[in-house]
């Protein structure tokens, strides 16, 4: 499980230097957080969860491989081949899932998805501009947020794609992360989201949670 952990981390390291020198050109300098959000949102892109601890692990789980499968068939505008390559799987265990979650692929085929390729520098754009928001340079430096510094972000974007594996490994420790925050003590944590002792335990300890 890490080293597909370690592959995400590695992706976004691939991200930081294009971002670094996107906001030196505009800000006069690098803004090391604001390098960090951005470079996050762009992951957060391809993997955006919400964890709810009122849902048990296992169910949890299934839902989210039901939401990462639509997307990624959203990305792929419905082809099967593309979307098992690069979730890193074969077609029949897409054409699986598809059957199991109920999927109407010629639906997800007519419905526009905003990260495809003409969209990928638009949507860089407003990451950009959504993250500086927060901060107090936006309003001398937000116009300065140009066609070119979406260009350059965006290149990059094809890095952060996920495999099945990859992202799961990321929900597990997100929600795994959430119920040891919460619940303080791992014994409770497994009861209360449905898993075995031992089957957390190890769990935590590959994600670094222990």
Same mark, same amino acid.
């Given at each position: 499980?890490?080293?597909?952990?370690?592959?995400?981390?590695?992706?976004?390291?691939?991200?930081?230097?294009?971002?670094?020198?996107?906001?030196?050109?505009?800000?006069?300098?690098?803004?090391?957080?604001?390098?960090?959000?951005?470079?996050?949102?762009?992951?957060?892109?391809?993997?955006?969860?919400?964890?709810?601890?009122?849902?048990?692990?296992?169910?949890?789980?299934?839902?989210?491989?039901?939401?990462?499968?639509?997307?990624?068939?959203?990305?792929?505008?419905?082809?099967?081949?593309?979307?098992?390559?690069?979730?890193?799987?074969?077609?029949?265990?897409?054409?699986?899932?598809?059957?199991?979650?109920?999927?109407? !692929? %010629? *639906?997800?085929?007519?419905?526009?998805?905003?990260?495809?390729? =003409?969209?990928?520098? #638009?949507?860089? +754009? &407003?990451?950009?501009?959504?993250?500086?928001?927060?901060?107090?340079?936006?309003?001398?430096?937000?116009?300065?947020?140009?066609?070119?510094?979406?260009?350059? !972000? %965006? *290149?990059?974007?094809?890095?952060?794609?996920?495999?099945?594996? =990859?992202?799961?490994? #990321?929900?597990? +420790? &997100?929600?795994?992360?959430?119920?040891?925050?919460?619940?303080?003590?791992?014994?409770?944590?497994?009861?209360?989201?449905?898993?075995?002792?031992?089957?957390?335990?190890? *769990?935590?300890?590959?994600?670094?949670?222990?």
């Amino acid at each position: 499980m890490t080293k597909t952990l370690e592959k995400i981390t590695d992706r976004k390291e691939k991200i930081d230097p294009v971002v670094e020198k996107a906001m030196e050109k505009f800000l006069g300098a690098t803004v090391k957080q604001v390098n960090d959000d951005i470079s996050n949102r762009l992951i957060e892109g391809f993997i955006d969860f919400d964890i709810d601890l009122n849902v048990k692990f296992k169910k949890a789980k299934e839902q989210f491989k039901h939401a990462f499968l639509i997307k990624l068939l959203q990305f792929t505008n419905g082809n099967i081949s593309e979307a098992a390559r690069i979730a890193g799987v074969d077609r029949r265990s897409i054409h699986r899932l598809i059957s199991r979650f109920n999927i109407d !692929i %010629s *639906k997800l085929r007519q419905e526009p998805y905003y990260f495809r390729e =003409e969209k990928k520098e #638009m949507y860089v +754009k &407003e990451v950009v501009e959504e993250t500086l928001g927060r901060y107090d340079i936006t309003k001398e430096y937000s116009d300065k947020v140009d066609e070119e510094t979406a260009k350059n !972000i %965006s *290149k990059k974007i094809p890095d952060v794609r996920l495999t099945f594996d =990859e992202a799961i490994d #990321m929900f597990e +420790k &997100e929600y795994i992360k959430a119920a040891l925050e919460k619940f303080k003590n791992i014994k409770v944590a497994a009861k209360e989201i449905g898993l075995r002792y031992e089957t957390l335990h190890k *769990k935590a300890k590959e994600f670094g949670l222990r």
